[in-house]
């Protein structure tokens, strides 16, 4: 399933859980941003994935901002030499620490450490949103392993 179908399913399995357990939440943008990530989160493991486009790009950018910290103490030519290798090194390391697609992510293990994230950051509400809307990524995918 493409991300749109996972982010709508998601966001509806979120809205019917909060309505079943959780009546008197407010559903605010933080509230939706978790259950969107919790719909799309299983899939950073995906090339394709936006999500992993983006890490990739954080990656890229982390490294670039990181060079410029350290410009000072390098000439000209070093500089853009190592700016270039860290953008690369950075990108080479994204792609190599990708786990396999469908592998942990799409696990009842991720799916709770998800679910426990969200509650500590953002209280046990949005840890329903956004767990219920990762298990909706989860069963739609028809994959779900214990880790
Ligand atoms: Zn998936």
Request: glycine share 10%; with cysteine.
């Amino acid at each position: 399933m493409n991300a749109l179908p996972h982010l709508l399913l998601g966001l509806a399995v979120a809205a019917v859980a909060a309505g079943l357990f959780a009546p008197g939440i407010e559903f605010s943008l933080p509230t939706v941003a978790i259950a969107s990530l919790g719909a799309l989160a299983p899939d950073i493991d995906h090339r394709k994935s936006k999500l992993f486009k983006a890490v990739v790009v954080v990656f890229g950018c982390v490294a670039v901002i990181g060079f410029q910290i350290a410009r000072p103490h390098y000439g000209l030519a070093e500089s853009i030499t190592i700016a270039f290798g860290a953008g690369l090194a950075s990108v080479a390391l994204a792609f190599l620490l990708k786990p396999r697609h469908r592998g942990f992510t799409h696990s009842l293990a991720a799916l709770t450490l998800f679910t426990l994230g969200a509650g500590m950051v953002m209280g046990w509400e949005s840890a329903l949103l956004g767990g219920s809307a990762y298990a909706s990524h989860l069963l739609s995918d028809g994959v779900i392993k214990p880790f």
